[in-house]
């Protein structure tokens, strides 16, 4: 009865952690969506799918031929693997938002009025 021991067990509850290829995959993504002032569409959008993330991973597989002749076919292979995992989209959001908060102290910064003293 060894065998049923894991029939169904599922990923522990929390954010997914990637491994060292995934992480180089999803920190692009991520910073992709908040270098083009998307983070608040991502993110409603991630949070509406979360139930679908296991199909959306599938679907990058099965269109992996086709992203592989337009852009790096292994980074998407990657970010299509972690997907895969029940806490990819709270790692998701969790590091978009971490990246658009360090983005907006540092325009906040920069659009400070400086004193000459």
């Known amino acids: 009865m060894q065998w049923l021991k894991h029939a169904f067990a599922v990923d522990?509850?929390?954010?997914?952690v990637p491994n060292e290829q995934e992480?180089?995959?999803v920190e692009w993504v991520c910073r992709q969506v908040v270098q083009r002032h998307l983070t608040t569409p991502t993110l409603l959008f991630l949070e509406m799918s979360r139930p679908?993330?296991?199909v959306g991973a599938q679907s990058l597989h099965f269109?992996?031929?086709i992203?592989?002749?337009l852009s790096n076919g292994e980074g998407c292979r990657h970010f299509a693997t972690f997907l895969e995992r029940?806490?990819?989209v709270d790692y998701l959001i969790g590091r978009i938002e971490a990246l658009e908060?360090?983005?907006s102290a540092r325009e906040e910064k920069k659009s400070l009025p400086h004193r000459d003293e």
């Open 12 to 16: 522990p509850p929390g954010p997914a």
């Open 23 to 25: 992480a180089v995959a």
């Open 52 to 54: 679908l993330n296991f």
């Open 63 to 65: 269109f992996g031929p």
């Open 67 to 69: 992203l592989s002749s």
């Open 86 to 88: 029940r806490g990819s």
């Open 101 to 103: 908060d360090s983005c």
